[in-house]
């Protein structure tokens, strides 16, 4: 999270907001569509098995650019003010093409929410729809990447898997369109088809940092194209997707000494610097797979975290990342609850883990195809 969840939420921490992008000048006019120039590459391909890393021997060029489909909206655009997670359950006897035809539709949804004439960097809508493994496999017969979220167990906690079947997540800087989203896209299901739903909404907090105090969106690749090669499959434009929703402990985060809570995460509270002596459960070590100072990263994910909650209430962070592949995602998880060391991370002390799945956000292409 504090690592593991750094995001690009804030203003100004990845680069211009605006519609146009230097890269391609891609726009994003509607809610599905983004497409980035990019640049081609060759990079040794890694599989993460049992706990290591096995390099395979062959370099495989791999090219970015107009080769790469277009992703939906929601996938490597950057952050806004706000966000929608609307988590959705169906029933068993939904009918999930119908369920996976309206959810696609939100496009529209969005240009009746935020109409193209009137529509400015002000109160547009960036949104993707992204879909568990059981229904995907439904709905196209197969599914191509094992993406199946497993029940975590560690010394410090679990790590529980909840499920779902269709998940949306719109970014906008006005709240009110983000709500007034979610009362049409659930309005657009087939009557009774939907078993229940819940739907967050998330927030920048004091200028980019996590309830904790601590700083959120440094770790996020800073460019656009690579944002876009971590985040996207090369061959489909499709993306692996986490979502986590932690619940954080503020009892025991307010009373813990700033050095406590800097040796927990592996950073400084007051400025986000790294530690350069960490200790080996510290949240950064164990995203990182070690403990020196800027340790090398195996894996890359792109966070859009935010926080969410009620002072009257629970309150934490919505955790959600893109990936290429959900291995990305396997490698950290593993590392938090220890699964090959037992070594737990110590971020765990500080927050709970009450819901969690994966998902796959399919390319514009692919998601044309559902409705």
Same mark, same amino acid.
């Given at each position: 999270?504090?690592?593991?969840?750094?995001?690009?939420?804030?203003?100004?921490?990845?680069g211009?907001?605006?519609?146009?992008?230097?890269?391609g000048?891609?726009?994003?006019?509607?809610?599905?569509?983004?497409?980035?120039?990019?640049?081609?590459?060759?990079?040794?391909?890694? &599989?993460?098995?049992?706990g290591?890393?096995?390099?395979?021997?062959?370099?495989?060029?791999?090219?970015?650019?107009?080769?790469?489909?277009a992703?939906?909206?929601?996938? =490597?655009?950057?952050?806004?003010?706000?966000a929608?997670y609307?988590?959705?359950?169906?029933?068993?006897?939904?009918?999930?093409?119908?369920?996976?035809r309206a959810?696609? $539709?939100?496009?529209?949804?969005?240009?009746?929410?935020?109409?193209?004439?009137?529509?400015?960097?002000?109160?547009?809508?960036?949104a993707?729809?992204?879909?568990?493994?059981?229904?995907y496999?439904?709905?196209?017969?197969?599914?191509?990447?094992?993406?199946t979220?497993?029940?975590?167990?560690g010394?410090?906690?679990?790590m529980?898997?909840t499920?779902?079947?269709?998940f949306?997540?719109?970014?906008?800087?006005d709240?009110?369109?983000?709500?007034?989203?979610?009362?049409?896209?659930?309005?657009?299901?087939?009557?009774?088809?939907?078993?229940r739903?819940?739907d967050?909404?998330? =927030?920048?907090?004091? $200028?980019?940092?996590?309830?904790?105090? =601590?700083?959120?969106g440094?770790? $996020?690749?800073?460019?656009?194209?690579?944002?876009?090669?971590?985040?996207?499959?090369?061959?489909?434009?499709?993306?692996?997707?986490?979502? &986590?929703?932690?619940?954080?402990?503020?009892?025991?985060?307010?009373?813990?000494?700033?050095?406590?809570?800097?040796?927990?995460?592996?950073?400084?509270?007051?400025?986000?610097t790294?530690?350069r002596?960490?200790?080996?459960?510290?949240?950064v070590?164990? /995203?990182?797979?070690?403990t $020196?100072?800027?340790q090398?990263?195996?894996? &890359?994910?792109?966070?859009?975290? /935010?926080?969410?909650?009620?002072?009257?209430?629970?309150?934490?962070?919505?955790?959600?990342?893109?990936?290429?592949?959900?291995?990305?995602?396997?490698?950290m998880?593993?590392?938090?609850?220890?699964?090959?060391? &037992?070594?737990?991370?110590?971020? /765990?002390?500080?927050?709970?883990?009450?819901?969690?799945n994966y998902?796959?956000f399919?390319?514009?292409?692919?998601?044309?195809?559902?409705k």
């Amino acid at each position: 999270m504090f690592r593991f969840a750094r995001n690009f939420i804030a203003r100004g921490f990845i680069g211009p907001k605006g519609k146009k992008f230097s890269k391609g000048s891609i726009t994003y006019p509607l809610a599905v569509g983004a497409l980035t120039a990019g640049a081609a590459a060759a990079y040794a391909i890694k &599989q993460y098995k049992d706990g290591r890393f096995i390099e395979l021997p062959s370099l495989i060029p791999i090219a970015y650019a107009d080769a790469v489909p277009a992703s939906q909206a929601s996938v =490597f655009s950057p952050g806004k003010s706000h966000a929608l997670y609307l988590w959705i359950h169906l029933k068993p006897g939904a009918d999930v093409k119908k369920c996976a035809r309206a959810a696609a $539709n939100v496009d529209k949804l969005v240009n009746s929410v935020s109409p193209s004439d009137v529509r400015d960097e002000s109160n547009e809508i960036l949104a993707g729809v992204g879909f568990g493994p059981a229904i995907y496999a439904k709905l196209t017969g197969k599914v191509r990447t094992d993406y199946t979220y497993p029940h975590r167990k560690g010394p410090l906690g679990e790590m529980p898997a909840t499920g779902g079947d269709i998940f949306i997540h719109a970014k906008s800087d006005d709240s009110g369109k983000l709500f007034e989203l979610c009362q049409l896209i659930v309005k657009q299901f087939p009557a009774g088809s939907i078993d229940r739903f819940e739907d967050v909404y998330g =927030f920048v907090y004091r $200028n980019g940092r996590d309830l904790s105090g =601590f700083i959120d969106g440094t770790e $996020n690749p800073a460019d656009e194209e690579d944002r876009q090669k971590v985040a996207v499959e090369k061959s489909t434009g499709g993306s692996y997707v986490i979502t &986590q929703k932690w619940i954080h402990k503020h009892d025991y985060i307010n009373k813990a000494s700033d050095r406590e809570l800097a040796s927990f995460i592996g950073r400084n509270r007051d400025d986000g610097t790294e530690l350069r002596k960490k200790i080996a459960s510290s949240h950064v070590a164990r /995203m990182t797979g070690g403990t $020196n100072f800027e340790q090398k990263k195996h894996l &890359q994910i792109v966070r859009q975290s /935010m926080p969410f909650g009620h002072v009257s209430g629970d309150s934490g962070l919505f955790f959600i990342a893109y990936a290429e592949s959900p291995q990305n995602f396997e490698f950290m998880l593993n590392r938090m609850v220890g699964a090959h060391d &037992q070594v737990s991370d110590d971020l /765990m002390r500080l927050s709970t883990c009450v819901a969690g799945n994966y998902w796959y956000f399919p390319s514009a292409k692919e998601l044309q195809g559902l409705k």
